[in-house]
């Protein structure tokens, strides 16, 4: 059997994981999924779904075990809510572990980052994959995600790893099955749980969009390389609109929400809101570029955007099926 149709996936049920391992299957693709605490949702005779720790090499071999490529989408996204020594160690030494086993094994490393991982532009200035990455003064999610990115390239450079670097923005859309922080935020949009918004916004991925561009590299990809992918930047005030148009949103700035964050908590089990807001939440919506270039990742690897408006409604009606 073609080695090259194998494929070998950190983080299968999460949100990323779940959308590629669904495009992977349906291009006939045999894939062995690693899963930590989630349940699978995805079952089908070509999937192996494997139980384990990406921080334990008995649980890497059999993840790599005659496959061709690794996509490490595994790690967990905190916003001021995580415990931080795990977060490190999942992020980080998960990472370390992994470029191990992808030396060892020969397999070919895509690595899944985050454009948190380098510091945000300033005004009009256009972001692109060029940016100095985030430190220990950052928030911590931010941090882990430079660090590993740091990694990867060095282990590039040092051992000559196959692997590039996947840089999306902000995911949404279905599949999100637990769900995700911006997909939660959504929700409660349009069932209108959140009374009020807040200024800012973030440029937003289609997870079936990143998905598909992620499968395109397997072939595509080069090297040392880092794609930015991501769509296109909206306020939050936009995608309440898009989520519930019949509703009227009080817009709060980031500021003064952020020195009421302790009465919002109050807010938040009266109006049974899971609406996941942090101070590092907020200021990251502050921070975001309006600018971001994905000419590289268009032209390289084929990435393809569809319309916000298109992945609010599919992810408010896969909910809604569900």
């Known amino acids: 059997m073609d080695k090259e149709k194998f494929i070998s996936i950190t983080g299968g049920a999460g949100h990323l994981g779940s959308c590629l391992i669904t495009l992977l299957l349906e291009k006939n693709y045999y894939v062995n999924a690693l899963y930590y605490h989630s349940k699978p949702t995805v079952i089908h005779p070509n999937l192996n779904w494997i139980k384990g720790d990406v921080l334990k090499p008995d649980t890497l071999k059999e993840l790599l075990k005659n ?78 995600k430079a660090t590993a990115e740091k990694k990867v390239l060095k282990a590039i450079e040092n051992f000559s790893l196959a692997a590039f670097i996947i840089r999306p923005t902000a995911i949404v859309g279905p599949p999100d099955h637990k769900p995700s922080h911006f997909g939660q935020s959504i929700i409660d949009m349009a069932n209108y749980k959140i009374p009020f918004i807040t200024t800012g916004g973030y440029n937003i991925v289609d997870v079936r969009d990143l998905s598909q561009t992620i499968i395109n590299s397997i072939s595509l990809g080069k090297q040392g390389e880092i794609y930015l992918v991501g769509g296109n930047y909206f306020t939050v005030k936009q995608i309440a609109e898009i989520a519930n148009p019949k509703k009227y949103f009080i817009s709060i700035p980031i500021p003064l929400l952020i020195a009421t964050i302790p009465f919002i908590k109050i807010a938040k089990k009266i109006f049974n809101s899971h609406w996941p807001i942090s101070k590092e939440s907020l200021i990251t919506l502050k921070l975001a570029p309006k600018q971001m270039d994905f000419f590289k990742a268009k032209t390289a690897l084929n990435h393809l955007v569809r319309p916000i408006n298109e992945t609010i409604q599919d992810l408010l009606t896969w909910y809604r099926k569900k």
């Open 67 to 144: 496959t061709s490529v690794l996509i490490h989408a595994a790690g967990i996204i905190s916003i001021g809510d995580k415990n931080e020594s795990e977060v490190y160690q999942i992020n980080v030494k998960g990472t370390e572990h992994l470029i191990d086993a992808c030396l060892n094994q020969n397999v070919k490393m895509i690595y899944i980052s985050s454009c948190a991982a380098v510091i945000e532009t300033k005004k009009k200035e256009v972001y692109t994959e060029n940016r100095p990455y985030k430190t220990k003064d950052h928030f911590l999610y931010d941090w882990t």
